[in-house]
C-alpha cells in the first residue's frame, strides 16, 4: 500500500475500505444472534455461487463485501454467537481481533530474535505473565531454564513436547538415526484425539501408545499408568512420555497430577500437561486446584483462544529445559545465522515449533490482557462457569435428565434417560432449529450431549434460554415417541 | 462484543477503536521509509520497557496505540519497507489486510466442512483457480483425486507431504507400530532447512537424508541422485521421498524436475516439488518454464505469503493422492463425528495438516486475486523480476563485484570479488545504517549477499537507490582498507 499510482490498494483507499470492514464486523456482532448457529447450506453449494474462474482484472473491494454478505455468511457456523456451545469455545473479542490487526498490517515475522525483536521480546514477555496470572511453576519462565512460546494448537504444542520428550530420552539419537521402535507414550482413553496424532507424526506407531484407564469421573487411574509402564520396562520398552490432562475434551475430566506426576519422576519419564481448555480458569484463585501437582509437568499447554478472551489461533506452549525443545528442533543454515543469535543472549522461536516463519501473535494476547486486566478475565471466567453450574443444577432437577460427569467448570454433559437414539434425534432437533449448536459424545458407552459455555458473549439468560428450548424440543420429541 | 453493559468492549467502542487501528496502519506505511529497515534495539531492551507485572485492572484501548509507537515500533525490523531486501519477502498488501480482518472479526474455527462449510469451500474453490493461474496439473484439484489445502508455512506442508509418502510407503505400517529405520529421503545441498527439520520430526533421522551433489547453477544433479539411490537400494534401504526445489533459498535455482521425476517414476519414490518462494513466478507464461517436469510431483507447494500478495502466513499445499495424506493424519474421535464427514461429500480439512483448528485463511487469498485480478499480479511479479535483471546487469557491469548465480527471478546473489572479510564487513555496514536489510548465505564456500526483490512496494527506484548506497558504502570500505 502506498501514495503513488501504482496497482496497489493506496493509503486513502486502505483507510476507505478498512473503515467499511470495521463496520461490517460490527454490523455482524449486532446481528449475531438472528443466524442459524449452524450454517444449513448443503455440500457444494457455496462453491456453486461462486465464479468458475478467476477474475482476470481486478475488482473493487465493495465487491468483497457484498459477497460476504451474500455468498460467504449463509455458508458460516456462528463459533461467536452466544448461542453456540459446540466443540470448545473459539472466543474472539474486540481486544484481540483489533491486536490481529495490528500483526497484520506490521507484515512482520519473528522467526528469528533479529527478525524483528519486538516479536520475540513481547511474546516472551507476555508469556511470563501468564506464568504468574496462572500460578504455573517459576520454571517456566523464561529467566529460569524453562519458557514459554505461542503455537497454533495444542496439537503442534503436543507434538513438539513429544519430540523433545523423545530425544531428551534418546540423547539425540532418535533426530539422528531415526527410530528403533521402543519408544512408549502414555495417556488417558478420554485424552484428546491430537495425542495419537502426534504419535503418529512422530513415526511413533499409534500401537505404541498406551490408552490408559480412567476412574469415575474420567480421570486417568494413576494405578493402571504404573502398571502399564511396569509392563513395558518388563519388554524392554522405553516409557518416554506421559501426557496428562486437565479438562478432557469429552466431559472436562481433571488427571490426578501429583500421582501421575510422581510416577513420572520415579520412572524419568517426561510429563507434559494438556490444559488446552481448562487451564485458563487457573486465573481464578479458587480453581487453581485443577494444577494441583504442576511442578511435576515438564512441558504445559493451554489456549488463549478456547476461553482467555484471545482470537484463534494463540496456544501456550510451557517446558522447564528448553534446551531440550530448542535441540530437538533447531537447523542453522547459512542464511539464518545472525550474529545475536549465535550468542545465547536472545531465544529465535523458529526453534520451538514446527514451522519456520511466525506471526506477531503476542500482539493479541498482550491487547487483551492490558484491556481485560485480570480482574476483567476473572469475572468473565466466573460468569461462564457459574452458568454451567446453573445448568447443571437446572438438570439435575428434571428427573428425565442425569448429568454424565462432574460439572467441574464451564462443560455440561447430560443426556436424556432414554435410548441413544432419542438423544440423537434430539441433537439433530436442536441443531436443525438453529437456535443454538450442541455437539454429542459418548461417556460409559452413552451418547451424550456436550453443553460447553465459553462464547464471549454468552450469559446466564442464553443459557437459561437454551435450556428452556431443549425442554420444549425434548417434550415435542417425547410426543412423538409416544404415538 | 455487544451492546450491553459489560467488560467487554462494546459496539461502539469497537468500531471507534477499530477506525484508529486502520488509522495506524495507514501512518504506518506513509512513514515506513522513515524508519531504520533492521531494528536498531539491544536483546532485552524491549522488555526492559514493559511493566514486569500484568495489570490487575482494565485499561483504555489508547494506551495499546501509544505503546505501538513508543515501545514496538523500535523493536520491529520493517519487513514491509520497500527497502526490506533480506531473506524472501513476507509481502502484505491493503486486500490482504483486510481479508485477514475478516477473519479475525468473523471468528470462526474450520476444522471440519460442518464447523464452518463457507471456510472449507472457499478454500477448496481458490486453491483449484490457482492451479489454473499457475498452470499446475489438473491432478490437484479437488475434483480430481487431489486437492489443495492452506498451511502456515512451507515446513509445514513438506511434513504432511513426507508422513503421507512415508504411510504410502510402508502401507500405513509406521503410522501403526512406528519405524524400523530404512526408510531414506533425498534432496539437494541447497534445499531448504526446513526439509531436514520434517525429517527429524517424523523420527526418519537426519543420517537419514540424503543431500544430493548440485551442478554449476546450485540446481540438484539428476546423476548423483539415481547414484545415491541404487546405493541405498543396494544396502535395503528403502527410497521413499525425494524433495525438488524450485527457487532455492541461497541462489534460487531451479531443479530440474523431468529428469528428477522421471527418476521417482522409476523406482515409484513420492516427488515433492518445495516452490515456496518461486512458485507464484508461474503466473506469468513467460516463467512457466520453472515447472517443466511438474506432471511428475506427487506433491507440491508454494506460498502465496511470499510473492503473491498475501499476508503471512499462507502456504498452499498441493497433492495428487489426497487419500494417502488423509490417511496418514487422520483421527476420528465421537466428539468429532459429523454425519456429513461421514458420507465422504466433503472435505474436512484438520486431515490434511498438523493442527486441529484453522481459521479462515481462505478469504485474504480470495481478497487479494479478486483485487488484483491476474493481470494485476502478472504485472507485479513481472515488475519484480525486472528490477532483479536490471540489479543483476548493474552489477556485471562493475567489475568490481561478481554476480554469485542466474539471476533467474527475484534473487540476485553477489559478492565484492575480495575476502570473505570484506563482504562481511560491508553487509554489516550496509545493515547498521538502516537504509535497507540485506541477508548473507555461502555460494561455492563464498561469502555472498543475497539481494532479495518482492516486497509490495519496492520499485525499480528503491532498487537503484539500494544499490546506489551499496557502493558508496563499499568505497567507503574500500578507503578504510587501503589505509
Same mark, same amino acid.
Given at each position: 500500500?502506498?501514495?503513488? +499510482? ?55 473491494? /465493495? ?6 454478505? +451474500? ?19 473459539? /472466543? ?33 514477555? *507476555? ?193 522447564? +529445559? ?9 537447523? /542453522? ?12 543472549? *536472545? ?137
Amino acid at each position: 500500500m502506498n501514495n503513488k +499510482d501504482t496497482i496497489h490498494m493506496s493509503i486513502n483507499e486502505f483507510k476507505e475500505n478498512g473503515y467499511k470492514v470495521i463496520d461490517w464486523i460490527a454490523d455482524y456482532y449486532e446481528n449475531i444472534e438472528s443466524y442459524p448457529v449452524l450454517s444449513t447450506i448443503k455440500p457444494g453449494e457455496l462453491r456453486k455461487s461462486l465464479p468458475k474462474n478467476p477474475p482476470k482484472d481486478g475488482e473493487n473491494f /465493495n465487491n468483497i463485501l457484498t459477497d460476504m454478505d +451474500d455468498k460467504i455468511i449463509p455458508g458460516v457456523t456462528h463459533w461467536q454467537s452466544p448461542n453456540f456451545f459446540a466443540y470448545f469455545p473459539c /472466543n474472539a473479542t474486540g481486544p484481540a481481533i483489533l491486536g490481529d490487526l495490528l500483526s497484520s498490517g506490521l507484515g512482520i515475522q519473528g522467526m528469528l530474535w533479529a527478525s524483528s525483536p519486538a516479536c520475540t521480546e513481547l511474546e516472551s514477555h *507476555v508469556l511470563d505473565w501468564l506464568v504468574d496470572m496462572l500460578h504455573l511453576p517459576e520454571k517456566f519462565k523464561s529467566d529460569s531454564f524453562g519458557g514459554g512460546v505461542i503455537q497454533d494448537t495444542a496439537s503442534s504444542a503436543t507434538l513438539c513436547a513429544l519430540i523433545a520428550a523423545r530425544e531428551k530420552i534418546s540423547n539425540g539419537k532418535i533426530n539422528e538415526s531415526g527410530f528403533d521402535n521402543s519408544i512408549r507414550v502414555y495417556t488417558s482413553m478420554e485424552a484428546h484425539s491430537s495425542i495419537e496424532k502426534a504419535v503418529k507424526i512422530a513415526g511413533i506407531g499409534s500401537k505404541n501408545i498406551r490408552l490408559i484407564e480412567v476412574d469415575q469421573d474420567f480421570a486417568m487411574n494413576p494405578i493402571k499408568l504404573r502398571e502399564a509402564i511396569n509392563k513395558d520396562i518388563k519388554n524392554r520398552k522405553i516409557p518416554a512420555f506421559v501426557c496428562a490432562t486437565i479438562g478432557t475434551t469429552s466431559s472436562s475430566a481433571i488427571d490426578p497430577l501429583n500421582e501421575i506426576g510422581e510416577i513420572c519422576n520415579e520412572f524419568g519419564i517426561w510429563l507434559h500437561v494438556d490444559a488446552a481448555m481448562a487451564g485458563s480458569a487457573s486465573i481464578c484463585p479458587e480453581y487453581r486446584f485443577i494444577h494441583d501437582g504442576i511442578d511435576y509437568a515438564d512441558s504445559y499447554c493451554f489456549n488463549p483462544h478456547k476461553f482467555l478472551l484471545t482470537n484463534f489461533d494463540c496456544s501456550c506452549l510451557y517446558v522447564s +529445559d528448553r534446551e531440550a525443545l530448542i535441540k530437538s528442533l533447531t537447523i /542453522n543454515p547459512e542464511y539464518l545465522k545472525t550474529e545475536v543469535s549465535q550468542s545465547d543472549a *536472545v531465544f529465535d522461536y523458529r526453534d520451538w515449533q514446527v514451522p519456520l516463519g511466525r506471526r506477531f501473535r503476542a500482539l493479541k494476547l498482550w491487547s487483551v490482557i492490558r484491556y481485560y486486566g485480570i480482574n476483567g478475565i476473572q469475572s468473565h471466567i466466573r460468569g461462564h462457569i457459574k452458568s454451567a453450574k446453573f445448568l447443571s443444577d437446572l438438570i439435575t432437577e428434571d428427573n428425565r435428565f442425569e448429568v454424565m460427569a462432574p460439572t467441574v467448570l464451564n462443560l455440561v454433559c447430560f443426556r436424556y434417560r432414554e435410548s441413544n437414539q432419542f438423544n440423537k434425534l434430539l441433537l439433530n432437533e436442536l441443531n436443525k432449529s438453529g437456535e443454538l449448536y450442541l455437539v454429542h459424545t459418548k461417556l460409559n458407552n452413552k451418547y451424550t450431549i456436550r453443553f460447553s459455555i465459553g462464547q464471549t458473549n454468552t450469559t446466564k439468560d442464553h443459557v437459561l434460554n437454551a435450556w428452556k428450548f431443549i425442554l420444549k424440543k425434548t417434550e415435542e420429541l417425547e410426543r412423538t415417541m409416544v404415538k
